[in-house]
């Protein structure tokens, strides 16, 4: 009975309710650090998801712009429709083009001269292409034997094909490059460069070297790419003339 008295009499001590007191609190304490850290975590992921929202709003705000400009350009340029038929082209424009010349970069319809684009350029792209694609380019003139009167248009310059993000001498080649060489006296020459998007493979319709007049009867560069299932990616282009 003492032993029991003594038991009852240590469990209803003042000491024993401290303790029971501080394990609560304790476990209140932990309970709010818990409930903290959960809230600044969930507050981190909503102000990031919306960081992330309005940024890529933003980002495609910014490319939608850059697709509205880039299409400008060309329809300045006369390039829509002499080289590619409508507006409705633009809808899939999503790669930068940069051509390379030993004397620098050739862009926005610049005048070059019939020297500084002889040889092979390197051709450098903003983005690899697509899962299970590639790359073609092709080089055309919509301004043979001039452009008021483009009875050889278009001239074909250069198909090459690639996985990567360049296209240069050593790019699969369709058909060999030919550097611009207007006529004299026959104005400025648009040179276009066109790259689509689609799966590798060989290209149906590009002519030999000795049959680039009017890309062998075809006429069109364009027309070879969508009878080979291409999508248009990118388009830039530069002037020559020889006076």
Wanted: aromatic share 12%.
């Amino acid at each position: 009975m003492a032993s029991q008295k003594m038991t009852s009499l240590s469990f209803s001590s003042p000491s024993f309710y401290s303790f029971s007191s501080f394990r609560q609190g304790k476990k209140q304490r932990s309970s709010f650090s818990l409930f903290c850290v959960i809230s600044l975590f969930i507050s981190f992921f909503l102000s990031s998801f919306s960081f992330s929202l309005s940024t890529g709003t933003a980002v495609v705000g910014a490319m939608a712009s850059d697709l509205a400009t880039s299409c400008s350009r060309l329809k300045e340029a006369g390039i829509i429709p002499d080289v590619i038929p409508t507006e409705d082209e633009c809808a899939h424009l999503s790669v930068a083009v940069e051509i390379d010349f030993q004397g620098g970069t050739a862009k926005d319809g610049q005048e070059w001269t019939v020297g500084e684009t002889r040889h092979v350029p390197s051709i450098k792209l903003s983005r690899p292409p697509s899962h299970g694609q590639v790359f073609y380019l092709f080089f055309t003139d919509p301004d043979a034997p001039q452009r008021s009167h483009p009875v050889a248009s278009e001239w074909a310059h250069w198909v090459v094909a690639t996985g990567g993000r360049t296209l240069d001498s050593s790019s699969k080649t369709f058909l060999e490059y030919n550097g611009p060489a207007p006529p004299a006296g026959t104005g400025l020459h648009r040179y276009v460069l066109l790259v689509y998007e689609g799966k590798a493979g060989e290209i149906q319709g590009i002519p030999s070297s000795a049959e680039r007049k009017q890309w062998g009867g075809k006429k069109h560069a364009h027309s070879i790419a969508k009878e080979n299932y291409l999508t248009l990616v990118g388009v830039e282009w530069f002037t020559v003339q020889r006076v």
